[in-house]
Each structure stands twice: as structure tokens, then as C-alpha cells.
């Protein structure tokens, strides 16, 4: 399955984004979806994950209450939705999928699947 994120741009501090992760093969609702992101020099870090029903989601503890993971099967589409944005949120961010998935959402090792990733600056 190919991945694609986008919605990433240059915000003030406190302001919104969302993002989008489609696919354009295979059907999404099969898959696990994961959000993570990587600032410069630094390793890539997750943010959220979201099984395939969408009923169950799962969050980094230090962005929890900031940011919504969701997902609309029907259109293919995962969005994470970012609010009160901080400048320490700027990063590349990849969204990343998978049919099986154990407790490790968290961990990059568990995606075989990976979009190509969205800048989000974010000025103070």
C-alpha cells in the first residue's frame, strides 16, 4: 500500500493543522495508522496510532489532549488534527501503516509502510 501525508504548512505558535494520510491501493480500513515525527537531528518520534474500526486510539503521553488522530475508512483517509501548535511541534510528519499490529504502535519496527512525510513549522 502507498502512503501519502500532506497538509503540513507554517503556523503560529497556538495555531491548528491537519493533517492527512491517503492510500492509494489496498483498503485502508485493513490497516493500522500510525502518526509520527522527526525534527531535525533528532530520531523519529510517534504521536498517535489508530486501529482499523477507529475505535481505539492511542497517543504519545507529552501531546495527548493536543492533537486527534481519526480516521474515515470510507474515504481512505487518516487525519490528525493539531491544536494549540508550539514550536518544539515543528517536524516532518509521517503517517505509517500496517495490518498487524501488537501493543508496540509506538515503535517505527512495528509500520511496513510509510508515507513520504509533511513539514509543519511552527513560529513563535
Known amino acids: 500500500v502507498q502512503l501519502q501525508a500532506f497538509g503540513g504548512g507554517f503556523v503560529q505558535a497556538g495555531g491548528s493543522l491537519r493533517l492527512s494520510c491517503t492510500t492509494s491501493?489496498?483498503?485502508?480500513?485493513?490497516?493500522?495508522v500510525g502518526w509520527f515525527r522527526q525534527a531535525p537531528g533528532e530520531e523519529r518520534e510517534s504521536v498517535a496510532a489508530i486501529w482499523r474500526s477507529g475505535l481505539s486510539t492511542y497517543y504519545t503521553d507529552s501531546i495527548k489532549a493536543l492533537f486527534t488522530i481519526s480516521r474515515d475508512n470510507a474515504k481512505n483517509t487518516v487525519y490528525l488534527q493539531m491544536n494549540d501548535l508550539k514550536p518544539e511541534d515543528t517536524a516532518a510528519y509521517y503517517c505509517?501503516?500496517?495490518?498487524?499490529?501488537?501493543?508496540?504502535?509506538?515503535?517505527?519496527?512495528?509500520?511496513?509502510?510509510w508515507g513520504q512525510g509533511t513539514e509543519v513549522t511552527v513560529s513563535s
Open positions: 505509517a501503516a500496517d495490518r498487524v499490529m501488537g501493543s508496540s504502535w509506538y515503535e517505527t519496527k512495528s509500520y511496513g509502510y
Open positions: 491501493g489496498g483498503s485502508f480500513g485493513n490497516y493500522v
